[in-house]
């Protein structure tokens, strides 16, 4: 078999060591790959890039495609960026794939027949990392959502359904409250959910839905969602199944793909031969299912069923009168390679063929040439540390002109002016809303915000108000 140009990275704390057993278990088996390592992760970063990984390393998976990652430590403070972002959305890997499956009775679980997907967008939402301090008292975190991504990952999400034989796709999101992005989301979803009849779709408010999933997760199959819902409820999701120890997660993308454990790095438990291999051994069966070696993710995934069911296990999933022997990390990737060839007798027995999923979903956007934007105002978002929304009114109303007239004020998306109520608590940073009941130029924006800076009034971030297709392109402040 020709062999598959890999990179990997052993990362931080107990990485080197359950990549050392993962690619044990995968020499055994026979996986053909041509290995590359580069260095990420704590050291890099304390060598004073912020980014974590070095300018050549990426050399290495534009070349490679294919990036195996053991879990890294990310220093806290300092302005370094996490790597696992910044490797997703630098190689455009829009979707994280994350298998939850729970394996009763040798494992324990609420849940014995829970066996769901969570598909999750990789790339924007607020895991775009765009943050401001507004003022001393507000800090403010951009929320992202594109039609392009949401496309991307939505009939990403059909696909895998169809090929791997998924029965629905469900849709987390929060329109109810975030009507604009998470309201586009779910608009992508229903169309692109209409061109696969075959597959049973529904959606849910994430809140009750994550409840939903938590009290009886066999009630889905496969759940598409923005980036931080999939974050936090990916990992929910394994631990109910088990174990955050034992999941795997692929990234997948047009240029590359990285796959990984979804825990950390637990820095507490390295050089100690404990660590449980079995997420990032896992993730490694998700990579040669990806890179056409089926036959030995077949051979890999299946052994690991067997030694899980023979009860070699972990000190994490080691439970008495269960469990036969409690093993290390080196222990734990022998008794899977003495299994090599055998399945399990109770877990079900799994089964690959060759490509089962491709790379990328069919690339389909719609376009946007078409779309009519017209300005129709400002938001100018101040710092006034009175707090009182009357006197900044006062303020900032007289230098309105060119058409433009002060709307609305605001405090936190709660409307304090006019007819605020003195019951609402405001911090120091105060939204202001100018609008035209006409179409308003850039220069007339330029120009009030020059008046109301020249008067000493702090602005410290601004938006443009535009109509869309006619359509408001901004939402109304709560009790407006």
């Known amino acids: 078999m020709t062999k598959t140009p890999i990179t990997i990275a052993r990362g931080d704390g107990i990485g080197p060591e359950i990549m050392n057993a993962t690619l044990h278990i995968l020499e055994a088996a026979g996986a053909a790959l041509e290995i590359e390592t580069i260095e990420i992760g704590e050291k890099v970063y304390l060598r004073g890039n912020t980014a974590g990984i070095e300018p050549g390393s990426w050399e290495s998976l534009l070349r490679t495609k294919v990036f195996l990652k053991a879990p890294i430590t990310t220093p806290q403070g300092g302005g370094f960026k996490s790597l696992n972002v910044t490797t997703r959305k630098t190689l455009g890997q829009y979707a994280n794939v994350r298998p939850c499956v729970s394996y009763h009775p040798f494992i324990d679980t609420k849940h014995p027949n829970m066996d769901l997907v969570i598909v999750r967008e990789n790339e924007e939402d607020l895991y775009a990392g765009i943050e401001y301090q507004l003022s001393p008292e507000v800090t403010s975190c951009i929320k992202l959502i594109s039609r392009p991504g949401s496309e991307k990952i939505v009939r990403y999400a059909f696909e895998y359904a169809r090929r791997h034989n998924r029965k629905k796709v469900t849709c987390f999101m929060k329109d109810n409250i975030m009507k604009m992005t998470d309201g586009l989301f779910h608009k992508v979803f229903d169309e692109i959910a209409a061109e696969y009849p075959d597959i049973r779709k529904e959606a849910w408010i994430v809140d009750i839905g994550a409840a939903k999933m938590a009290d009886t997760p066999e009630a889905f199959d496969v759940i598409v969602m923005p980036n931080l819902y999939g974050d936090i409820l990916s990992d ?94 080196k222990e734990f990737a022998a008794a899977v390679v003495a299994r090599l060839g055998q399945h399990p007798n109770q877990l079900k027995a799994v089964a690959y063929s060759r ?124 009790g407006q």
């Open 355 to 478: 490509n089962p999923v491709p790379p990328s979903a069919p690339a389909r956007f719609t376009s946007s040439a078409e779309t009519q934007m017209e300005i129709r105002g400002v938001d100018l978002h101040v710092y006034w540390p009175s707090r009182n929304a009357n006197d900044l009114a006062a303020a900032i109303g007289k230098h309105a002109g060119d058409g433009l007239s002060l709307q609305m004020i605001d405090n936190r998306g709660v409307k304090v002016w006019p007819a605020g109520r003195a019951e609402t608590f405001c911090t120091d940073s105060f939204r202001c809303r100018f609008m035209s009941e006409t179409t308003a130029s850039a220069a007339s924006l330029i120009d009030l915000m020059k008046r109301v800076s020249d008067a000493g009034i702090d602005i410290v971030q601004t938006e443009s108000l535009r109509l869309f297709n006619g359509q408001p392109g901004y939402t109304l402040a709560q």
């Open 236 to 329: 929910v999701a394994a631990q109910i199944a088990g174990s955050v120890g034992l999941a795997g997660a692929a990234n997948i993308g047009d240029q590359c793909a990285m796959f990984e454990a979804i825990h950390g790095s637990a820095p507490r438990r390295a050089g100690q031969n404990l660590a449980n291999p079995s997420g990032l051994l896992l993730g490694a069966v998700l990579m040669l299912v990806h890179i056409n070696q089926p036959e030995v993710a077949e051979l890999v995934h299946n052994a690991w069923l067997r030694t899980i069911e023979d009860g070699i296990h972990t000190y994490d999933i080691f439970t008495d009168g269960v469990s036969t022997e409690k093993v290390g990390t």
